[in-house]
Structures are given as structure tokens and as C-alpha cells.
């Protein structure tokens, strides 16, 4: 069975500090999708990024990049120079491929990182 | 961002009220879902709709009564709610892939229901 992990609960930064949120996941399937979405207080669930699991470049949004490390089952998140309107929970969720048994469309989400952005 | 919109946003009900939360998605998908997150626990899937046919009922109890009219309309239909059914509930919807897998879901911002 697949499984998200977001060990960290809560982290408190300063604004314009760097923060990294930690996502490790669980899958047997060899094609599979990850995701990261943010909830500000709002509510909404914002998509932030998908990546499949045959890319494994970085990637840079912004202040925003994801290092995703096949060998360490690991997908991690960091902001750079943080702000206060980063404060939000953040959500990392893994899909698996339906060749392998698994449904396309269903997410498995973490437990979520409540990000606080002090000014 | 107005892709996914519901309503309410809140709602306060009784248990033996009845009510229905809508969910629209102006996004030109095909499939469309329910979650319920509580607090403390991950977003919890409950209904899956896939071209207007409800292909997912993830044990969800028959108080919860799902209904999807076309593609791009949702509703779920509440009555006898109990008072741990409060949460917010957030509708979500996808563009089959023709089972590529990997569809991304756009959510809407939830209705926060209380049920005293």
C-alpha cells in the first residue's frame, strides 16, 4: 500500500529565512505521480506542483523548488526566502499508475506541514 | 483562482436537519470528488464521480448521499448528521487521462460544516 509521510507537524520561521518541508512516500509501483499543494487558512487546497516519477530533475518555480531523490523515496519542498503569506499548511500526496493495479486518480495525502511565516 | 466553487462556505445544522453542499467546476473536467478533512487526520477520500457516474464510495455511511447531475455539478445531500461528521468538506475535480494516471485535482475552498 502506498504511504505519505510529512514528519514534520509544524515549523515556525522568520521571514526571509530559507525552510525545506520534508515528504517521504511508500510505493511498490515503479510509475507513480507526487504532488504539492498548499491550504492557506481559506481553506483551498492551491496545486502547487505534479511530477512523475521518471523525472527526477529539480525543479524551480519562483522562490519555490522541489528536489525529488528516487533513492531516498523522498520529494522535499523548499521556500526560499520565506514570507508571511507563505504561512499555510502544506500537503504532499502520491498517486500510483493503474498499470500496476493502482487507480489514477487516487491521492494518497501526508498528514500535512502547518508552516508559520513570523514577520 | 475560481476554477472549483462551493457552497456554503459555512453551515451550522442540527441532526435532524437536512442540507446539501454544491460543488461546480468551470475547468471543462470530467471526473469530480468529495473529501472530508478533520482535523488532526489527512484529507479522507469519500466519493468519486467519473463522466456523471459514481465510480468510488470509500465506506462513507448512508447519511452522506452523493449526487452528480452532469460533469461539472457535484452535490452531496446531508441528513441525521452526527455531531463527529463535523469537518470541511472539499470537492475536487480532474481530467481523465485515459489511464495514463497521474490527473491532477483542483479543489475547491470547502464548506465548513458544524453539526451541533
Known amino acids: 500500500a502506498q504511504k505519505v509521510t510529512q514528519a514534520q507537524t509544524e515549523i515556525s520561521v522568520v521571514e526571509k529565512e530559507d525552510v525545506t518541508l520534508d515528504c517521504v512516500y511508500e510505493t511498490r509501483d515503479t510509475t507513480y505521480y507526487l504532488f504539492w499543494y498548499k491550504q492557506p487558512p481559506s481553506g483551498e487546497l492551491v496545486f502547487l506542483i505534479r511530477?512523475?516519477?521518471?523525472?527526477?530533475q529539480n525543479e524551480i518555480s519562483g522562490r519555490y523548488s522541489w528536489n525529488f531523490q528516487k533513492s531516498t523515496s523522498s520529494f522535499n519542498f523548499t521556500i526560499t526566502a520565506s514570507q508571511v503569506v507563505d504561512s499555510a499548511v502544506y500537503f504532499c500526496a502520491l498517486s500510483e499508475s493503474p498499470n500496476s493495479g493502482g487507480s489514477n486518480y487516487k491521492l494518497t495525502f501526508g498528514k500535512g506541514t502547518l508552516l508559520t511565516v513570523n514577520p | 483562482e475560481t476554477g472549483v466553487t462551493q457552497t456554503p462556505r459555512h453551515l451550522v445544522m442540527g441532526m435532524t436537519n437536512k442540507k446539501s453542499l454544491k460543488c461546480e467546476q468551470h475547468?471543462?473536467?470530467?471526473?469530480m470528488y468529495w473529501y472530508k478533512q478533520s482535523a488532526k487526520k489527512p484529507l479522507e477520500l469519500m466519493f468519486v464521480?467519473?463522466?456523471?457516474?459514481?465510480?468510488e464510495n470509500n465506506s462513507v455511511p448512508s447519511r452522506f448521499s452523493p449526487e452528480c447531475p452532469n460533469s461539472s455539478h457535484l452535490f452531496l445531500h446531508l441528513h441525521t448528521l452526527q455531531p463527529e461528521d463535523s469537518a470541511l468538506y472539499l470537492c475536487a475535480s480532474s481530467s481523465r487521462s485515459g489511464g495514463r494516471g497521474g490527473e491532477t485535482q483542483y479543489f475547491g475552498p470547502g464548506t465548513r460544516l458544524l453539526v451541533l
Open positions: 511530477r512523475n516519477s521518471f523525472d527526477e
Open positions: 464521480y467519473n463522466f456523471k457516474e459514481q465510480t
Open positions: 475547468l471543462g473536467h470530467n471526473a
